[in-house]
């Protein structure tokens, strides 16, 4: 048995862990999936996002047997939530690559304890941002025409079109982030596989491990491929939502063409991405007993980046909108004045509380240190996301240049369905990777541990 839990603080690498001994950490993390009863929590949660997912597979069924008729699509506004959808989502996967990569590269060790189910939350999110995309298709079976595949009638996707770019951008960074994530996670597969009672769970483990010793040949050869998937995955965090913010952009749309969407999508898809962090790490420490590994300062530094993050998009919302009135576009000013006064302004002004008024409370550390505040501070940050996405897209798409082909999107019931349903789906794969996997990097933590340091000074 592990020694009993003891609190330590240390000043270098700004972390406190509950769980004094090497042991003890291996214990308290591989607790959560080893255990033989599941939770209340778990059961729960996974019931109520099952319960989504079904709708989610209604709403697509009914989607194929009638057309994208079923949506409030319409002219002129022929992208509504599918793409909003697609958008917000690819944005909260930001949060996990970051944490990831670029923090690793910046040796910033309190990344430690919340990097492995950011990775995974990465995952779950860019699954449910590819379904959109192909139930939009109207014939998702068709998907394979967007690949460049030989063909005997010479046709090939319109290279010039970013839709074709999002696939190659959001497939290459499903591709790394996943290899990133499984790399990351084989000591720990090794760790599993040792401490399996079960013989079925010892053989996937063992499989999963891919024959890991922990020597130091092996972990010479993780280290190499971790820093060099560290520094693939570190340009995708600006490629992928830059490339995503081209879908609008190279448009000649009112509200859409404009220089600096690339860095405001990726500054949105940051902020947006660790509010999803902190709204899954607060009631998953809370309900397993995880405050010692993931700790307050966690949930601090990942309130200060929200903090960074959220004042460059409240900056992004004021210069776009100088900018339209700046440039003497009578159709940008009224794309704009549109956007304050028209049929949406309520979603307008709610997303500029949701995403600039509740972010003022994050420079208090009062605030960032209080666990429930910051969780609904969180959910209020992701409505607010989705309502820009939602501005962006429908509001733009709704008064264009000519006053003829004006039209308002009214959303269906298979609109939210689809939305609830997509949510429902990540929680699914979110907590099916928490049952079955470490969520917490388990060599990692230890490295923070003294014993550790203790152990490496005597081998140097």
């Known amino acids: 048995m592990a020694d009993e839990p003891q609190v330590i603080e240390m000043a270098e690498t700004d972390i406190i862990a509950s769980v004094y001994t090497l042991g003890g950490v291996t214990d308290q993390i591989a607790g959560v999936v080893q255990t033989k009863h599941t939770p209340i929590f778990w059961i729960g949660c996974f019931f109520a996002g099952f319960t989504l997912l ?10 194929m047997v009638k057309g994208v008729g079923i949506w409030g699509i319409r002219m002129p506004v022929m992208w509504g939530f599918a793409i909003t959808n697609f958008v917000w989502w690819i944005g909260i996967g930001h949060a996990g690559t970051l944490i990831s990569a670029i923090l690793l590269l910046l040796n910033q060790s309190w990344r430690n304890s919340i990097n492995r189910f950011a990775e995974a939350m ?46 190659f951008a959001v497939t290459t960074y ?13 000591p720990d597969l090794g760790t599993m596989r040792d401490r399996a009672k079960n ?18 040949r092996h972990w010479s050869i993780y280290e190499t491929a971790c820093l060099l998937l560290a520094g693939m995955s570190t340009p995708l965090v600006l490629s992928v939502h830059t490339i995503v913010s081209f879908d609008f952009t190279i448009a000649i749309v009112p509200g859409w063409h404009s220089t600096f969407f690339p860095p405001y999508f990726v500054a949105g898809a940051i902020y947006s991405g660790f509010a999803m962090v902190l709204v899954l790490a607060i009631p998953i420490r809370a309900a397993y007993g995880l405050k010692g590994l993931i700790t307050d300062r966690h949930l601090e530094n990942c309130a200060k980046i929200m903090l960074a ?20 576009n009578a159709f940008e000013q009224q794309a704009f004045w549109n956007r304050m006064t028209g049929p ?30 910051l969780f609904i501070s969180s959910i ?16 733009s798409l709704a008064q264009d240049f000519v006053p003829s082909s004006w039209g308002l999107f009214h959303a269906t019931r298979w609109d939210w369905a689809t939305l609830l349903g997509s949510i429902g789906l990540f929680i699914v794969l979110f907590f099916l990777f928490v049952r079955a996997l470490p969520m917490i990097s388990i060599f990692e933590v ?9 152990r490496e000074d005597t081998r140097a």
């Open 344 to 373: 949406y302004a309520t979603s307008y002004w709610f997303l500029v509380f949701c995403n600039i008024g509740s972010l003022q409370l994050l420079w208090f550390k009062k605030f960032r240190t209080t666990p429930i505040l």
């Open 309 to 328: 993050t959220g004042l460059i998009v409240a900056y992004a919302y004021v210069m776009e909108t100088f900018m339209a009135w700046y440039s003497g």
């Open 174 to 186: 499903l591709i790394v982030s996943l290899l990133f994530w499984y790399t990351g996670m084989i």
């Open 54 to 63: 079904m709708m989610f597979f209604a709403s697509a069924t009914m989607l």
């Open 199 to 216: 013989t079925i769970a010892k053989y996937v483990y063992g499989i999963l491990a891919m024959g890991w010793r922990g020597s130091a």
């Open 122 to 167: 990465t995952l779950c999110a860019v699954a449910c941002a590819g379904q959109f995309p192909l139930l939009h298709m109207g014939r998702p079976w068709l998907f394979y025409w967007m690949i460049p595949y030989p063909n005997s009638m010479g046709v090939e996707p319109n290279f010039r079109s970013p839709l074709v770019w999002d696939v």
């Open 380 to 395: 209020v940050v992701l409505v607010g996301m989705w309502l820009e996405r939602f501005m962006i897209i429908v509001g």
């Open 446 to 454: 230890r490295t923070l541990l003294p014993q550790a340091r203790v």
